[in-house]
């Protein structure tokens, strides 16, 4: 494969994936094409093995964040090279100047100048992103909650080295291991580029592994005890450092991000570190007063004392009832009270309230009302 070609080479193509596909459209586009193209179901089919070892080659590249940020941006710069021309010295004025290509590439795949080995770097895992849904309960209080998390990890069956258990991958032949061969291009560029036969690894996988397909890497389950704190909010989103996809050539871990859904309560609501009520009140209470008892989340009932004449719809707080603070206090419980009216009357409550009306007389809260729009 010519300099050229691996520069301009299209791995969204070779996976049949557009560029902003994702992680999951890529992984199973890669399963795919590689159960179809796996030597091991077409012997003797060079073109199927070739296949496999593109779609090997493009998914080892896509299937990380990393590595696929670093190749969309270098073959972005690539192309504005080709079709702009280059600086003075490159295609300007003056003598023409080798010029190699593993400048542009050497940070995605490990190369470096010429006559410079490969050397594997060192690469941060994925992040990862889940959700869960807890309870009112857990948001204010605070929960651990197990969580299964399934990502592509080094494979558990040939330990990431992509060979079948009992055989080892064998050092490439044609670049000594280095993964790069340097070669001219129309006796104008020096080009370092992957090396074609062991497609950039430096290892050739003669029985690849049944799992992972020579690839390396394989799904893997974990369980997770994830720590939501107190007073989390629906929606939010908690970053967990470390917890995400494992990395490789001894990198960091990914990161993991929990979104939290909290499930809402039959009776309480939440408005910032305080929680809330709605509580129905008679009339009569209303009218002339009374002390009433209002639950609490996780403690025992409080008395509220309402004041006689109080309105529909007032509220009262009782302090330190509340959802717990990123201090580690509590907010406050704010008590809402409903005045209601029956349905139906007995008919000692009628005559009541038609005494009531009476002795009212003929005044109406409504009085002077509409002539102040008049």
């Known amino acids: 494969m010519a300099a050229?070609?691996?520069?301009?080479k299209d791995f969204y193509k070779v996976l049949g994936v557009k560029k902003d596909a994702t992680q999951d459209e890529i992984k199973k586009a890669y399963r795919k094409l590689a159960r179809d193209n796996h030597p091991d179901s077409n012997p003797?089919?060079?073109a199927a093995e070739e296949r496999f070892k593109g779609v090997s080659e493009a998914y080892a590249v896509l299937s990380s964040a990393d590595k696929r940020k670093e190749y969309d941006e270098q073959r972005s710069m690539f192309g504005q090279f080709r079709g702009g021309g280059g600086p003075t010295g490159f295609g300007g004025r003056g003598a023409p100047q080798d010029f190699d290509v593993s400048d542009l590439f050497g940070g995605l795949f490990g190369g470096g100048g010429r006559g410079r080995s490969r050397r594997p770097q060192p690469r941060k895992g994925d992040d990862l992103e889940t959700e869960a849904t807890i309870t009112f309960e857990q948001a204010v209080?605070?929960?651990?909650?197990?969580l299964r998390m399934t990502s592509d990890e080094a494979c558990t069956n040939c330990h990431g080295t992509g060979a079948k258990p009992g055989t080892t991958p064998q050092v490439c032949p044609k670049c000594q291991g280095s993964g790069s061969q340097t070669g001219a291009a129309g006796g104008l560029f020096a080009m370092t580029e992957p090396c074609d036969e062991c497609r950039g690894r430096g290892l050739i996988v003669e029985h690849p592994c049944d799992i992972c397909w020579g690839s390396g890497r394989a799904p893997s389950s974990r369980t997770l005890n994830v720590k939501v704190p107190a007073g989390v909010k629906d929606?939010?989103?908690?970053r967990l450092k470390g917890k995400g996809g494992k990395g490789d050539n001894a990198g960091p871990n990914g990161d993991l991000f929990l979104v939290v859904h909290v499930e809402p309560h039959r009776l309480f609501g939440r408005k910032?570190?305080?929680?809330?009520?709605?509580v129905p009140v008679t009339f009569d209470e209303a009218a002339l007063g009374a002390q009433i008892q209002v639950p609490t989340l996780d403690g025992p009932p409080v008395r509220i004392k309402i004041p006689a004449g109080t309105p529909t719809g007032r509220t009262f707080r009782a302090s330190g009832k509340g959802a717990v603070t990123k201090a580690g206090g509590r907010?406050?419980?704010?008590?809402?009270?409903e005045v209601q009216v029956p349905a139906e009357l007995s008919d000692e409550e009628r005559a009541a309230i038609e005494a009531l009306r009476e002795a009212r007389g003929a005044g109406s809260p409504r009085d002077g009302l509409?002539?102040?729009v008049t």
């Open 235 to 238: 929606g939010q989103r908690i």
């Open 331 to 337: 907010g406050d419980l704010l008590v809402t009270v």
């Open 272 to 278: 910032g570190d305080h929680l809330t009520i709605t």
């Open 44 to 46: 003797g089919n060079k």
């Open 4 to 8: 050229s070609d691996w520069a301009t």
């Open 370 to 372: 509409f002539e102040a």
């Open 141 to 146: 209080d605070g929960a651990t909650l197990p």
